[in-house]
């Protein structure tokens, strides 16, 4: 029998050679992994909670990974999320609009936006604003969370 070094499989996996689980799938079957764990009807679930159409897009676009360390890190910062919203502290997501067709157009030289886009704008200035000032709020209790603003 291999030692437990030698059970761990490359993605930090602890691997049971009697009991057979097995070890991260090789990039071909995991696509057929996925669709059999129906991973794109679970996907579909959490982005129905999500806060708006574009946070709902990323959900949709994730994929698993097997690098341990990220995955820890990832947990981590879930665990701090959630203690915050379960406590007093509080955070929320804001929805925002898709700026991507204004923000197209405005590549056009010499265009202008219209009064609807430019409104789309201040909501996504104002709900930016928003969360900058939670996340800064939450630096102290949660500074995983905090790390997720952006200048």
């Given at each position: 029998m291999k030692d437990l070094d030698e059970r761990?499989?490359?993605?930090?996996?602890?691997?049971?050679?009697?009991?057979?689980?097995?070890?991260?799938l090789p990039g071909g079957q995991s696509a057929e992994a996925l669709q059999d764990l129906e991973f794109a009807a679970v996907l579909a679930l959490v982005a129905a909670h999500a806060a708006g159409p574009l946070g709902a897009a990323r959900v949709q676009v994730r994929r698993p990974s097997d690098d341990i360390y990220w995955i820890r890190d990832e947990l981590a910062t879930v665990a701090e999320a959630r203690a915050l919203i379960v406590g007093d502290t509080g955070?929320?997501?804001?929805?925002?609009?898709?700026?991507?067709?204004?923000?197209?157009?405005?590549?056009?030289?010499?265009?202008?936006?219209?009064?609807?886009?430019?409104?789309?704008?201040?909501?996504?200035?104002?709900?930016?604003?928003m969360v900058s000032v939670q996340?800064?709020?939450?630096?102290?209790?949660?500074p995983r969370v905090a790390r997720l603003a952006r200048p």
């Open positions: 761990s499989s490359p993605s930090g996996v602890l691997a049971s050679w009697d009991a057979g689980t097995p070890f991260a955070l929320a997501a804001e929805p925002v609009p898709d700026l991507a067709p204004a923000l197209q157009r405005l590549r056009i030289e010499g265009s202008v936006l219209e009064g609807p886009a430019l409104a789309q704008v201040l909501r996504v200035a104002v709900a930016g604003r996340l800064r709020r939450v630096e102290g209790e949660a």
